[in-house]
DNA sequence: CAAGAATATGTCAGTCACTGACATGAGTCA
DNA sequence: TGACTCATGTCAGTGACTGACATATTCTTG
């Protein structure tokens, strides 16, 4: 088996939840300062789309997208940790999104109700990303740097959410218990088949209808004997 | 929902697992050359753990690890494609014994109890690299680029190899059928919680039994309720 | 055994993501 | 207006990784 880790030693409680709602500094809008601010991200990840689509993502420099946008490569750094955030900019508030759907959703008589009906909802409000959501498909599938990243920060952020959450819900401790990382893990493989699908057909396809019967073979993977078929 | 990719379109068959024991370069030897070859491979690898153990994976440089092997830096590229693949040079092997394991493990009753088996059986054969393994999982702890690189490279392809195995013994196409992601997701998340608990006792509990317990509790995900505890 | 083909390694120069330090100028606030 | 904050520009790094070419060792073949 391999070797991993305590990702991130201490997660934080759902108490925590309630107040984070405000930790998004681009939807707070103090004043001309950080509005040219939001401008210059924005600029940034519209250049970045742009540059990647066109060209593809390894033949983009930081650098194009940085002259694209008409600022300095320093200053790039300075709004993104690396050039894979540049085009995942949404997931960090998708993240939050979850963390309050996975409250919201905290009545739900299973953890994996919960977990099911709180990824359901947050469909919802993805549907405006459709095509920064193909592209990010399109750029993962030709690019290792791309999918390691999705990987690594996206999915396991968005695990981790589903982890403190369930936990949470369920009074274990998520060190001692792994049925909540279990279950977060299943939940992301559910995610990322439906997207697989769905980026397969171009889009075309109904994402929410995928994405539902995905999760609810969650249910089913206990079962799976050779007699079965789809 | 994140995008995410077919990682790899097309997933080889099972058909070409038995061809494959063969593809362990380091396993032939073919005569001085390739025994060489090997050496400095392994003086390279000797060389990273050692240097990673003492002065963290951040703080020592490719550079250090070429000159404590006494090799060009050039030459340490030539071996391993990254710096992270020297710290887990040994996980191709093992991917490719969970690819005979699972082969191996195919009569079982059914596909959970396949990966069970096969994961369980890998374990024994890891007992040797206690120490190594100890040390990925404490330099993941530390170092983002460790435990993503596990998360993105080592254990998306154990997962990769596990579909490949669930979905070729359900026969149904795992680009249509979303479990056998769901399964292989599902089990990697387990083992990573074994491998946390057993970390976390500096590696003095039973491993085999820890992650026995995992994985069973695989089953349990989904009637996870408020009531329950550990 | 003496070419000659393969190939593992060394050397060197280059690319590119990312960072620290310092300067500047626009925005904010008393 | 004047002091203070802070987003940005500039510049000089560092470090992982790569292509190209030279060299030396090993394997092969007549």
Redesign the interface.
């Known amino acids: 088996?391999?070797?991993?880790?305590?990702?991130e030693?201490a997660v934080s409680t759902a108490a925590t939840v309630a107040a984070a709602v405000d930790s998004r500094p681009h939807l707070v809008d103090g004043g001309r300062r950080s509005r040219k601010k939001q401008q210059t991200r924005q600029r940034l990840v519209d250049a970045a789309d742009e540059l990647f689509a066109t060209q593809g993502y390894e033949a983009t420099t930081t650098t194009d997208v940085a002259e694209a946008a008409d600022v300095a490569q320093r200053t790039l750094f300075r709004h993104f940790a690396s050039k894979e955030a540049l085009l995942?900019a949404d997931?960090e508030d998708?993240r939050l999104d979850l963390r309050d759907a996975l409250a919201a959703a905290g009545g739900a008589?299973?953890?994996?109700h919960t977990v099911i009906q709180a990824?359901l909802s947050?469909?919802a409000n993805?549907a405006e990303h459709r095509e920064r959501?193909?592209l990010?498909?399109?750029l993962?599938?030709t690019s290792?740097a791309v999918?390691?990243?999705?990987?690594?920060?996206?999915?396991?952020g968005?695990?981790r959410e589903m982890i403190v959450a369930?936990s949470d819900?369920?009074?274990?401790?998520p060190?001692?218990?792994?049925?909540p990382?279990?279950?977060?893990?299943?939940a992301?493989?559910?995610?990322?088949?439906?997207?697989?699908?769905w980026?397969?057909s171009g889009g075309s396809e109904d994402?929410l209808g995928l994405?539902q019967?995905?999760l609810e073979?969650?249910?089913?993977?206990?079962?799976?004997?050779?007699a079965?078929?789809?």
Do not use: H, K, N
């Open positions: 088996m391999p070797s991993e880790v305590p990702e030693a995942y997931m998708a008589s299973s953890a994996i990824l947050l469909e993805f959501r193909l990010q498909a399109r993962a599938a290792p999918s390691g990243y999705f990987r690594a920060v996206i999915q396991a968005w695990e369930i819900r369920l009074a274990v401790d060190l001692e218990d792994p049925r990382e279990i279950l977060a893990g299943a992301m493989s559910a995610c990322r088949a439906a997207t697989r699908q980026t397969a994402y994405l019967r995905s073979s969650i249910r089913e993977i206990v079962d799976l004997r050779t079965a078929a789809v």
